[in-house]
């Protein structure tokens, strides 16, 4: 039986940049549909048994969609931290190496979020040679399917932001990067296990 984890700060903790409201709305209601959904189709299944990164892996259909957004939220919600913290030295370098520079990446995710045509996610990822990418996926899907490492994810579809900045996404990527807990983005950039 999957839960729906705790989120690490209050509901309020985020505001101004992400509202009470959009919180209560997109964990209470969006993520844990998720989960349940996930429980429903997964009773008297070959997998359900496994963990959410294992059923993410090995399905297809409603079964996976439900995971997946399942597993991208619960790592959405630790990217964000109402306690603004100064980089860790190893990111930043790693951003600079990749990148140029901070204002460089900020830039291109913030592009590739306001690219992407309908609903889905933005992700910083670690690829093959260890370097630090942007990409981005359809509605559900996930790095994790294509053995990327996840460092940060950002939630693109409009149950994130709609209550807040209405049809602006722009907005809600500044906003959204007002909270970014980059603690725990290096810990994922860095570390050698998967988040899920």
């Known amino acids: 039986?999957?839960?729906?984890?705790?989120?690490?700060?209050?509901?309020?903790?985020?505001?101004?940049?992400?509202?009470?409201?959009?919180?209560d709305y997109h964990y209470s209601?969006?993520?844990?549909?998720?989960?349940?959904?996930?429980?429903?189709l997964l009773e008297g299944s070959t997998l359900e048994n496994n963990t959410l990164e294992q059923v993410v892996l090995n399905s297809d259909g409603a079964l996976f969609n439900n995971a997946a957004q399942?597993?991208?939220?619960?790592?959405?919600?630790?990217c964000m931290s109402p306690n603004k913290t100064p980089m860790p030295q190893t990111m930043d370098h790693?951003?600079?190496?990749?990148?140029?520079?901070?204002?460089?990446?900020?830039?291109?995710?913030k592009q590739a979020s306001l690219k992407h045509f309908g609903s889905g996610w933005v992700w910083l990822v670690v690829d093959s040679t260890g370097r630090l990418?942007?990409?981005?996926?359809?509605?559900?899907?996930t790095p994790l399917t294509d053995h990327m490492s996840v460092a940060l994810a950002c939630d693109v579809w409009e149950h994130a932001y709609y209550l807040d900045t209405r049809n602006d996404r722009g907005s809600y990527?500044?906003?959204?990067?007002?909270?970014?807990?980059?603690?725990?983005?290096?810990h994922l950039a860095f570390s050698t296990s998967s988040p899920g």
């Open 173 to 186: 990527i500044d906003n959204f990067f007002q909270v970014v807990n980059w603690d725990y983005v290096s």
């Open 29 to 40: 209601k969006h993520h844990q549909k998720y989960v349940d959904e996930v429980n429903r």
């Open 1 to 23: 039986m999957h839960e729906l984890p705790k989120l690490p700060y209050a509901k309020d903790a985020l505001a101004p940049y992400i509202s009470e409201e959009t919180l």
């Open 133 to 141: 990418s942007i990409t981005s996926t359809v509605n559900a899907g």
């Open 70 to 78: 399942a597993w991208n939220h619960n790592i959405y919600w630790e």
């Open 94 to 109: 790693a951003i600079s190496e990749s990148f140029g520079s901070y204002e460089a990446f900020l830039h291109q995710f």
